[in-house]
């Protein structure tokens, strides 16, 4: 039931913005085996020639069958093979510390000291 309040809520009006490109901000793949398994993709919108980060409220989240999309979009099949090509390479620059090297922010370090 709707209460009339005494002081309405007034939202001011924003104004238009034209939106022309897309920020893949989250992509998640599960796949245990080679015939069960779902991606995940945060879409969002933004225009990459202003100064503004994407702003998530214009973020659009896709739920797909992983091996379905695999399946029948060819460049999914083929940007797919090409993470697979790349993991030997991947685990050895993980496995060659590299990563443990790079730099930590200040805020990081203080956190992890307890500051």
């Given amino acids: 039931m709707p209460i009339k309040k005494e002081k309405p809520t007034v ?3 924003k104004a238009e913005k034209t939106l022309p490109h897309t920020w893949v901000s ?3 793949v ?3 085996n080679s015939s069960d398994g779902y ?3 945060k879409l969002t919108a933004f ?3 202003s ?3 994407p702003n998530p409220e214009n973020s659009e989240m896709l739920h797909l069958d992983f091996w379905e999309v695999v399946a029948n979009v060819p460049e999914a099949a083929a940007a797919m093979q090409s993470v697979f090509d790349a993991i030997p390479a991947i685990e050895s620059y993980y496995k060659e510390g590299i990563l443990e090297e790079a730099p930590v922010s200040a ?3 203080e956190e992890d000291s307890g500051d």
């Fill in 51 to 53: 100064d503004e980060d």
């Fill in 39 to 41: 991606m995940s993709l």
């Fill in 30 to 32: 599960n796949a245990p």
């Fill in 26 to 28: 989250e992509l998640l």
């Fill in 11 to 13: 939202i001011p009006a």
């Fill in 107 to 109: 805020a990081v370090a």
């Fill in 47 to 49: 225009d990459s020639d």
